[in-house]
C-alpha cells in the first residue's frame, strides 16, 4: 500500500509542481469567462453605424415611413430583450416577463422603472443598450440630386474614405419600389458588413405586410398591436415542485445534469490522457524499467490512477470553487437553486460515482495503450477511434433534456462506456431507481472487467517493446506475451 501511494504521490506532484499544469487548470474558467464576454466586448466596440434613408418610391407609397417605423420598432425590441435579460439573474424568468410585459405596454422608461423594482442591483447597474445603427437626414447634395449615376456616385463617395470630413456615412439606402413591392438599393462602407443590409431587408418585409393589410382594410393600429401580442402560457405538469404550474426551477436540474455530463467527459478524458502520456513517456525514458524493480504492475498501474484522479480531483474543485463563486456574486438566486438540485434526490452522490466509474473505465484503459506505446504517434493512431466512439454520448446527452426517456436515451445510458455521461444528464430528470441501480451496476461491472484486462495488458506491456495490436493485446490478456 505504501508503494502505491507513493507512486500516486509522484504522478500527483510531477503535474502540481508544472507552470503548465496551473495554466490548463485556469484555462477553462478563463476561455469560459472569455466565451461569455468576447462577444459583448465586440458588440460594444463595433461602431454605430450612420444610415442615411433616401427615398425614391412614388410618391404616396410610404415605403420610407413605414421602414423607419420598422426599423425603430426592431431597435425597440432589443432595447426590451436586453431589459428584460437583465432582470433574470435576480428576479428570475417569471421577473424578466413581468419587466417585459411593463416595457411593451407603457413603454420603455416605465420599463426601467420595473426593472429597478424587480431587480434593484440590475436596475441600478442597468445602461441603456448599445444600438447598431442610427438614422441619420441624408446629406443636401444627395436628396437634391435626381435618381441615376449622379445620385449613385455621391453616395458612393460618401461610404467611401473621401468623404468630406465628418461627414462619411457607413451607409446609403435607396429605398425603391419593384414589380409594385418594396424594395431597396444600399451603398455601404464596407462590403463584408452585412448588418444594414440584415436590418433594412427585415424593415422592407415588415412594410410590405403593412401595406398588404392595409390594402385589405386593416388598420394599421391593429397589426402593430397585434405585433405585440405575447401569449399568456401556463404550464402545468404533476412532476413539477409544487404539483401543479412549472417554473424555472422544474427545467433547471435538467440543464445542471447536462452540464454535469459535460464536465465529467471533459475530466475523464483530461485525466485519461495525462495517464496515456504519462505511461507512455516513462516507458520510452525506460523509467517504467526502474520502477518495475522496486514494485509490481499492479501496484504500479493503481498508483498512477489514484494520483491522476487526485490531480484531476483538484482540477474539479479549482472549476467548482471558481463557478460557484462567480455565480453567487452575479446570479445568487440561481446559484442557490443549483445547489439544492445537486442536494435533492441523491443527485450529487449520482454524479460522483458516475465520475468514479468513468474514470476508471476510461484510466485504466488509457494507460494500458500507453503501456504499448513508444511515440506519441503510436498513440493517436488508437486516440482517434476512441474518441470518434466517445462523441456518440455527447449527441445523446443533448437529446436527454428534452425526452429524457426515449428508447434510445435509455439504451444508450445503460450501456456501460456511455452510461457516466448520459445518465448524468438523464438522472435529474427522476428516472425509475432500478434503472439508475442497474446502470451503477453494469458500469463498475464493466470497470472491473476494463481493469482486470488492463492490468493484465499493461504488465505485458511495460516488460516488452511490443507494438500494441490485436494479437498481442489478446495475448497480454489470456497472459502471455
Not at 166 to 171: M, T, V
Not at 217 to 242: E, N
Not at 338 to 362: A, D, K, P, T, W
Not at 428 to 455: H, K, V
Request: charged residues 20%; glycine residues 8%.
Amino acid at each position: 500500500m505504501n508503494r502505491i501511494l507513493l507512486i500516486a504521490r509522484r504522478e500527483f506532484m510531477a503535474y502540481a509542481k508544472t507552470v503548465g499544469f496551473w495554466l490548463s487548470l485556469l484555462a477553462f474558467p478563463l476561455f469560459g469567462a472569455l466565451g461569455g464576454a468576447i462577444p459583448i466586448l465586440m458588440k460594444s466596440a463595433e461602431p454605430v453605424r450612420q444610415v442615411a434613408l433616401v427615398d425614391e418610391a412614388p410618391a404616396g407609397s410610404g415605403v420610407a415611413a413605414a421602414v423607419r417605423q420598422a426599423l425603430e420598432t426592431e431597435q425597440q425590441k432589443g432595447d426590451i430583450s436586453a431589459l428584460r435579460m437583465a432582470a433574470i439573474p435576480e428576479a428570475g424568468v417569471e421577473g424578466g416577463n413581468r419587466v417585459r410585459q411593463v416595457a411593451e405596454t407603457e413603454g420603455f422608461e416605465a420599463g426601467v422603472a420595473a426593472l429597478k423594482r424587480e431587480a434593484p442591483r440590475a436596475g441600478a447597474a442597468f445602461d441603456m443598450p448599445r444600438r447598431s445603427l442610427t438614422l441619420v437626414a441624408p446629406p443636401a447634395e444627395i436628396a437634391a440630386a435626381a435618381p441615376g449615376e449622379a445620385r449613385d456616385a455621391l453616395a458612393r463617395r460618401y461610404v467611401s474614405d473621401d468623404a468630406p470630413e465628418g461627414r462619411k456615412l457607413s451607409a446609403v439606402v435607396f429605398l425603391t419600389e419593384a414589380s409594385g413591392q418594396p424594395a431597396a438599393r444600399i451603398w455601404t462602407a464596407r462590403a463584408t458588413d452585412d448588418a444594414v443590409e440584415d436590418a433594412v431587408r427585415d424593415a422592407l418585409k415588415d412594410a410590405n405586410r403593412h401595406r398588404v393589410f392595409t390594402s385589405s382594410g386593416i388598420d394599421p393600429a391593429v397589426v402593430a398591436q397585434t405585433d405585440r401580442f405575447r401569449p399568456d402560457l401556463s404550464v402545468f405538469s404533476p412532476k413539477a415542485r409544487s404539483g401543479g404550474e412549472v417554473s424555472f426551477r422544474d427545467k433547471l436540474p435538467t440543464v445542471v445534469g447536462l452540464a454535469v455530463g459535460f464536465i465529467l467527459w471533459s475530466l475523464i478524458i483530461t485525466g485519461a490522457s495525462i495517464l496515456l502520456n504519462s505511461v507512455m513517456e516513462e516507458k520510452s525514458n525506460k523509467i517504467l524499467e526502474v520502477l518495475l524493480s522496486s514494485a509490481s504492475a499492479t501496484e504500479i498501474l493503481t498508483g498512477k490512477v489514484l494520483g491522476v484522479a487526485l490531480l484531476t480531483l483538484t482540477v474539479l474543485l479549482a472549476w467548482g470553487g471558481l463557478g460557484g463563486i462567480g455565480l453567487l456574486a452575479a446570479a445568487p438566486d440561481v446559484a442557490r437553486d443549483i445547489g439544492s438540485v445537486l442536494l435533492s434526490n441523491g443527485l450529487l452522490i449520482y454524479f460522483l460515482l458516475f465520475m468514479v466509474g468513468g474514470y476508471l473505465m476510461y484510466a485504466v484503459l488509457f494507460a494500458a495503450i500507453g503501456a504499448f506505446c513508444d511515440t506519441p504517434r503510436d498513440a493517436q493512431t488508437l486516440m482517434g477511434p476512441i474518441m470518434m466512439v466517445l462523441i456518440v454520448p455527447l449527441l445523446v446527452m443533448q437529446m436527454a433534456i428534452r425526452t429524457p426517456d426515449a428508447t434510445v436515451v435509455k439504451v444508450m445510458s445503460l450501456i456501460p462506456p456511455f452510461t457516466p455521461f448520459v445518465m448524468a444528464a438523464r438522472a435529474p430528470s427522476g428516472p425509475p431507481l432500478i434503472e439508475i441501480i442497474g446502470a451503477l451496476i453494469g458500469m463498475f461491472a464493466f470497470a472491473a472487467l476494463m481493469i482486470w484486462i488492463a492490468g493484465r495488458a499493461f504488465r505485458a506491456g511495460a516488460l516488452s517493446d511490443v507494438k500494441l495490436n490485436w494479437k498481442t493485446f489478446l495475448g497480454a490478456v489470456r497472459g502471455g506475451r
